[in-house]
């Protein structure tokens, strides 16, 4: 009787539950090469697809010849506009309210834009097929800068909305005008700014980068013809909504289309959209009645697929003598490319852009975004963020820094004056948004003392009269950042995309001997959801986390969800998780109360088990009550031990962190040394922490490499220039700073379990860091604002610049 001696602290630890750092259940298969990838499914007669890109960024299609290509051994079909045409899939709808080509119409707007589709026996006669097809192109000017892309005489980019003044987000004033979003209070942040004190003005630019997943994007369309069904594989990191999508695109019904998401390597954002691959493979597999597999290169990836950020921020800050602020004003210049394909959900066509405001106390505020058309390709995803969090960030930790500037104050005690206090949550934001709860004088506190800050800077000025006499040429940067995210979309009255609102969901099915299956609507692509929804599950209601299987990402088994990105898994899904497994405790209180043959007010919860309150030795396990559930007929309970929660959330939830980062620069060489990176996230309660950590290591290494080399380039003439990744910096173990990383928990008072999401957080946080970092290290020789990435030619530009080099 083992059960019997264990004191609840015992059973509570056997369970593995919330607060455990369980090991990840998804690296049994992972690390032993058994994950299950797109591109290894392997069915009876696939044929394989591939695209003809095109090598400009706009130009005319005079003609497409296909016969050369169709010659090909092992080439089937060649698809082009013309062939999509007849079926009305030429064009595809984006998530932006957008239309994007499928296959290229009359003109392309891109470098690497689809121009045709090659379907044959196997890859390589694919390629060869691909080679074959010529292409007669007309080239056209190109735009690649936005502002330019306004000109009143720039060329019409989409000549299709040729006399469309209104378009999915308001007027449109100009052919490559998309839309102009404006939040907050225009003309009292102005009268603000014309009578303050001081006012920090600074244009700031975060550049076009690329979630790059170690996997790229790929499918496989299977159309059973016998049965009318279509099942897609695909890499989705949102497969219910893909299927809605499908069936409304293509016209099946949509109980005879099943999406399935296998395993998937990395998502970021770039998984979230629909691309012309995914269009192409389904009509190939219907027209051929044989399962069609498209799998992306490297380079289509990066040249085609969604890209992140490229905003353009130009910022006004107010303030006060003493460093109180007073107002925010920023303009942003939102380069989309060729099309609209932005992942934002409906209602904010620039996404959380307007969470600006940061962690600070501002009483007035005013955004306004214009998106813009150039010749680049289509995206605008979160890049691990919350639609747009990220740049929101970078840009108010950038204009505190320049503030800081303008006041000749230290940017921590800038900070610390204008930080949101804890009894001001809920707060309401100037630009909308009502913070749930955060404490961020607490971990800034933590912050600057772990670091010990005060010594920290008093090095970095004897480093810097050192600098001056001669004695060294490295100087130090100290890099602060204090991120207030927002994440975890819905709630539904204010979040859908497409029209389908973001709620998400979680079934849960208690098997008799007392272990579950849990499926949910999201999908985990690395975050290792297998492993800690069964965490919420074991402590809600007492089976061991070990007992449970988690399943995601097929439509025909798991109830319907708006899936994973946004950080938005733990807030949405999480609660529904929680939520259903308090349906399933409710029942077995009943049914415990029957099998005690006492009243259902008399049994309580207690870690495994319900007990007679005042009476701990009569008892029902879990596992007992499971059992009873199928075998016993209990007046008034339906057999069986199941339920379902579709969870809506009241509100988002708002994570914070304090990052500081300690960098060493060479003058000389634009070489950086990252000294020190310290990393504190409150992301609520923690249902894992060692996951919560690889979660920060995973962000705050993309961030490195945002911030200090990453870039999606473009020349004049389009030409992409990152599409390889010896051009497109992606850290290896060498590169990867090593991170302290703390916390303190502030939970959610809206959530059932107080859990806030952690994924993007790092990478929200970490890039203005390492940025400041650099820019820091300038501050005494006078530099103000030097746009991302910080690459060693960059910095050695910026020392040039300002005279550093003799
Ligand atoms: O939506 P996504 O899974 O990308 O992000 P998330 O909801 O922040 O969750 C990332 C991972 O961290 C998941 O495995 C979560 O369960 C885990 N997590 C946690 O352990 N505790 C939290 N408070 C938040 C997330």
């Known amino acids: 009787m083992k059960d019997e001696v264990q004191s609840p602290e015992e059973r509570s630890a056997g369970l593995k539950g919330m607060g455990c750092s369980r090991k990840r259940v998804e690296d049994v298969r992972f690390t032993q090469g058994k994950g299950n990838y797109v591109d290894d499914i392997k069915l009876d007669g696939m044929l394989t697809g591939d695209f003809v890109r095109s090598p400009y960024a706009h130009a005319r299609i005079k003609s497409i010849d296909t016969e050369a290509a169709l010659a090909v051994p092992g080439v089937l079909a060649v698809l082009t506009a013309k062939d999509l045409e007849p079926l009305g899939l030429h064009w595809m709808p984006t998530l932006a309210g957008d239309k994007q080509m499928v296959l290229a119409d009359g003109k392309v707007l891109f470098q690497g834009q689809e121009v045709a589709y090659v379907v044959a026996t196997d890859r390589y006669a694919a390629a060869d097929g691909v080679a074959a097809v010529e292409v007669d192109y007309e080239d056209l000017p190109v735009v690649t800068d936005p502002f330019k892309a306004m000109d009143p005489d720039a060329p019409v980019l989409r000549e299709d909305l040729a006399g469309q003044t209104e378009g999915a987000h308001g007027p449109r004033r100009h052919h490559n005008h998309i839309f102009t979003w404006e939040q907050g209070d225009r003309a009292a942040t102005e009268a603000v700014l014309a009578e303050a004190d001081v006012v920090a003005e600074e244009m700031v630019y975060y550049h076009r980068t690329h979630p790059m997943p170690l996997e790229t994007c790929g499918c496989v369309a299977s159309m059973d013809k016998v049965t009318g069904k279509l099942t897609l594989w695909g890499t989705f990191q949102a497969p219910h909504a893909v299927r809605t999508v499908a069936s409304l695109i293509s016209g099946i019904a949509e109980h005879n289309i099943r999406v399935i998401s296998p395993d998937i390597g990395g998502g970021f954002g770039n998984k979230v959209g629909v691309y012309p691959g995914y269009v192409c493979s389904i009509v190939a597999s219907i027209v051929t009645g044989k399962p069609v597999k498209w799998v992306e290169s490297r380079m289509d990836n990066l040249m085609s697929t969604a890209f992140a950020r490229d905003y353009w921020m130009q910022g ?28 934002d959900p409906t209602k904010f066509p620039a996404g959380f852009m ?25 995206g605008g995803v979160a890049y691990r963020c919350s639609f747009r969090v990220t740049e929101a960030a970078y840009f108010i930790e950038r204009m505190i820094e320049v503030l800081a500037i303008k006041l000749n104050m230290d940017a921590a005690e800038l900070r610390r004056i204008n930080f949101i206090r804890k009894d001001q949550f809920p707060y309401q934001s100037a630009l909308g948004w009502e913070y749930d709860s955060g404490d961020y004088h607490t971990a800034w506190e933590k912050a600057l003392n772990a670091v010990g800050y005060d010594a920290l800077r008093r090095e970095q000025a004897a480093r810097l009269e050192a600098f001056k006499r001669g004695e060294t040429r490295k100087l130090i940067g100290i890099g602060l950042t204090h991120f207030t995210e927002i994440v975890g979309a819905g709630p539904v009255k204010n979040c859908d995309i497409l029209g389908l609102g973001m709620f998400d969901s979680c079934e849960i099915r208690i098997h ?22 069964a965490q919420i599950i074991a402590s809600e209601i007492g089976i061991p986390a070990d007992d449970i299987t988690l399943e995601e990402g097929d439509t025909d088994t798991a109830p319907y969800g708006l899936g994973t990105y946004g950080s938005r898994s733990t807030p949405v899904a999480g609660a529904a998780t929680a939520m259903a497994a308090r349906k399933i405790r409710a029942k077995a209180q009943m049914i415990a109360a029957y099998l005690l043959e006492v009243h259902d007010d008399d049994v309580e919860f207690d870690v495994d088990r319900f007990v007679v309150k005042g009476a701990p030795e009569r008892f029902k396990t879990m596992k007992e009550i499971a059992f009873a559930s199928y075998n016993q007929a209990i007046p008034g309970v339906e057999p069986g031990l199941e339920a379902v929660s579709y969870y809506d959330p009241p509100n988002m939830t708002y994570p914070f962190g304090a990052y500081i980062c300690v960098m060493e620069i060479d003058v000389d060489t634009g070489e950086h040394e990252v000294r020190s990176f310290y990393a504190l996230d409150d992301c609520g309660t923690r249902i894992n922490p060692m996951i919560i950590e690889g979660q920060v290591h995973g962000g705050a290494t993309e961030g490195y490499a945002i911030a200090m080399g990453q870039e999606i380039a473009y020349d004049d003439m389009g030409n992409h220039k990152t599409a390889t990744l010896m051009d497109f910096f992606v850290p290896t173990a060498w590169e990867t700073p090593h991170y302290t990383t703390d916390f303190t928990v502030t939970p959610s008072p809206h959530h059932p379990i107080g859990a806030k999401g952690v994924g993007e957080s790092p990478n929200v946080g970490s890039v203005p860091c390492f940025s400041n970092a650099v820019h820091d290290a300038f501050r005494p020789f006078g530099l103000v604002q030097s746009h991302m990435p910080h690459d060693h030619w960059r910095i050695w530009k910026i020392a040039e610049d300002l005279g550093l080099h003799g």
Not at 357 to 376: C, E, M, Q, R, W
């Open 316 to 343: 006004k800050i107010a303030a006060t003598k003493e460093g109180k602020i007073t107002g925010l004003w920023c303009h942003t210049t939102a380069d989309h490319g060729g099309f609209d394909a932005c992942a």
């Open 354 to 378: 307007n969470i600006c405001t940061g962690s600070y106390d501002i009483p007035v505020a005013y955004l306004a975004v214009d998106g813009v058309y150039t010749n680049k390709a289509p």
């Open 512 to 533: 008799p001997t007392g272990s579950a299956i849990a499926r949910l609507g999201t999908i985990s692509q690395g975050q290792g959801h297998a492993t800690t929804f």
